[in-house]
């Protein structure tokens, strides 16, 4: 058996599996966000840790296996953002969520000057505000103290692991996305610091090391705090976006995978990078030789339990919401809703908004067009990945959308692709756990792994009598988004 431990964007899960994917038992807790100021969503770091503990320590107690039978453990989570651990062995202040853009400045700023242009030649990405490259410049500019004493760079996931077993130690799918590391050469690069005038930190990057490098055992103390057995093995695990890919089989470059939750991830492997700067990002996937080619914006699933709580309070599930949406047709609404709560695919500043409302709408009509609009949103991306690939056999779809078969539909109709479910709700999770299994020697490599961990529940046809109206809803979508984007910077 295998743990996989899953740390979001709005929640941590813990997850006990078989060899063979079965799941056996889970436990999960909400995080609280912080918001100090405008802009800031942070998160701490030592509840972080005490959460993890306790989910880990509820499937091991609940499950009733020996612990000595769990052969090793990982951890998912979310990329980007921003965990210090000072010199002081403690956190250095609260940890900082992908969904932060208190940095945007600095990309704006090496656009202008050039340095974007610059890093692109060894990093093959974007730079974005939530990226630890600009939150690390954020606080040499506005907070020396908390600067000063950084010891450790970490992911989420990274310093979960870090806590599990005292080892610091950064993983390369995770690391590859932030602007810190040199893709051609898969190590840090000294040059790249000096262009950030972040030289200072280096010795703050951990050691480099693959999602299912052994990276230490279960320490004596997180032994007693997690129910785990001392030495239990810990592998590198990954970034979130790759475990779930990895739990979806993506091992070749057949079909895209799409993530509705916290973030719209929209991605597929490819032996070789894009560089015409045609997508977002280039990262190092958890599969020697490949490259993940991705799209991605904070404006997913994330906006359904976001609007629930702010305008439709008397709805209490995702199930109700859904029902709602369910009572419309594609054409019989044509409300526009931009699901810019954290900004928008490449403006940090946008705003939310919903276009188009009459006397005639009720909460159904809004309800499906909250849908539209996340699914839209994810159509631009996947357009840029398009570009850049002959063909594409499936979309196989993660997150809060796959538990919702008229989601899922309108997913294939909006991308007019086959959509495949993963029989797993715990993506995150799983793949993390394939992770461990590849380490304690179970499986030998990942796709060893996912012909015997994953399995296809179903597939959602798309239906062609739908095209019309979304390819005009989306070309609407588009305009409007647009018109707005010259606007914000005035909120």
């Given at each position: 058996m295998f743990i996989g431990v899953d740390n979001g964007g709005t929640s941590c899960k813990a997850v006990l599996f078989d060899r063979n994917g079965r799941q056996l038992c889970s436990a999960s807790e909400e995080l609280v966000m912080l918001i100090p100021e405008n802009g800031h969503t942070e998160r701490d770091m030592e509840e972080l840790w005490k959460a993890n503990c306790r989910i880990i320590r509820r499937i091991v107690e609940e499950s009733g296996v020996v612990p000595k039978e769990i052969r090793g453990i990982a951890c998912a989570g979310h990329g980007k953002g921003l965990?210090?651990?000072?010199?002081?062995?403690?956190?250095?202040?609260?940890?900082?969520?992908?969904?932060?853009?208190?940095?945007?400045?600095?990309?704006?700023?090496?656009?202008?000057?050039?340095?974007?242009?610059?890093?692109?030649?060894?990093?093959?990405?974007?730079?974005?505000?939530?990226?630890?490259?600009?939150?690390?410049?954020?606080?040499?500019?506005?907070?020396?103290?908390?600067?000063?004493?950084?010891?450790?760079?970490?992911?989420?996931?990274?310093?979960?692991?870090?806590?599990?077993?005292?080892?610091?130690?950064a993983e390369l799918t995770d690391i590859s996305g932030s602007n810190l590391l040199n893709l051609q050469t898969r190590q840090y690069?000294?040059?790249?610091?000096?262009?950030?005038?972040?030289?200072?930190?280096?010795?703050?990057?951990?050691?480099?090391?693959?999602?299912?490098?052994?990276c230490g055992t279960i320490t004596g103390e997180a032994a007693e705090l997690t129910g785990l057995e001392l030495g239990t093995v810990v592998a590198g695990g990954m970034f979130d976006i790759d475990s779930c890919a990895i739990a979806m089989d993506i091992t070749n470059e057949e079909n895209i995978a799409v993530i509705a939750g916290t973030w719209s991830i929209n991605e597929y492997i490819s032996k070789e990078p894009v560089l015409d700067k045609s997508v977002m990002m280039n990262s190092i996937y958890c599969m020697d030789d490949y490259y993940l080619v991705e799209e991605r914006s904070p404006t997913s699933a994330v906006n359904?339990?976001?609007?629930?709580?702010?305008?439709?309070?008397?709805?209490?599930?995702?199930?109700?919401?859904?029902?709602?949406?369910?009572?419309?047709?594609?054409?019989?609404?044509?409300?526009?809703?931009?699901?810019?709560?954290?900004?928008?695919?490449?403006?940090?500043?946008?705003?939310?908004?919903?276009i188009g409302l009459d006397s005639r709408h009720t909460n159904s009509h809004i309800a499906?067009?909250?849908?539209?609009?996340?699914?839209?949103?994810?159509?631009?991306?996947?357009?840029?990945?398009?570009?850049?690939?002959?063909?594409?056999?499936?979309?196989?779809?993660?997150?809060?959308?796959?538990?919702?078969?008229?989601?899922?539909?309108?997913?294939?109709?909006?991308?007019?692709?086959?959509?495949?479910?993963?029989?797993?709700?715990?993506?995150?999770?799983?793949?993390?756990?394939?992770?461990?299994?590849?380490?304690?020697?179970?499986?030998?490599?990942?796709?060893?792994?996912?012909?015997?961990?994953?399995?296809?529940?179903?597939?959602?046809?798309?239906?062609s009598d739908t095209f019309e109206s979304y390819r005009e809803k989306y070309e609407i979508y588009k305009l409007v988004s647009g018109v707005l984007d010259g606007c914000w910077k005035r909120f």
């Open positions: 965990y210090l651990w000072g010199k002081d062995n403690k956190p250095a202040m609260n940890g900082i969520i992908s969904t932060d853009s208190r940095a945007w400045e600095y990309p704006e700023k090496w656009e202008k000057d050039g340095k974007s242009d610059e890093v692109f030649s060894k990093t093959y990405q974007r730079i974005l505000a939530c990226q630890p490259v600009s939150l690390l410049c954020w606080l040499r500019d506005n907070n020396q103290d908390v600067f000063a004493n950084i010891k450790w760079i970490f992911g989420v996931k990274d310093y979960i692991r870090f806590r599990l077993t005292g080892e610091a130690y690069d000294s040059e790249l610091l000096d262009i950030y005038g972040l030289s200072d930190i280096r010795d703050a990057l951990p050691p480099l090391k693959r999602s299912f490098d052994l359904l339990s976001w609007f629930m709580e702010k305008f439709m309070p008397d709805v209490k599930s995702f199930d109700e919401f859904n029902q709602l949406a369910g009572n419309v047709k594609p054409d019989e609404q044509n409300i526009v809703y931009l699901p810019y709560i954290f900004g928008s695919n490449y403006n940090p500043q946008a705003r939310a908004a919903m499906r067009a909250v849908l539209e609009g996340v699914c839209f949103c994810h159509k631009v991306h996947i357009e840029k990945l398009m570009q850049n690939r002959k063909s594409t056999r499936a979309v196989r779809l993660a997150g809060g959308a796959a538990k919702s078969s008229l989601w899922a539909q309108l997913f294939a109709d909006i991308f007019e692709l086959p959509v495949e479910l993963i029989d797993n709700d715990e993506l995150g999770a799983l793949g993390a756990a394939m992770a461990a299994a590849v380490a304690s020697g179970d499986y030998t490599d990942f796709p060893d792994a996912a012909n015997g961990m994953v399995k296809i529940k179903c597939k959602v046809e798309p239906n």
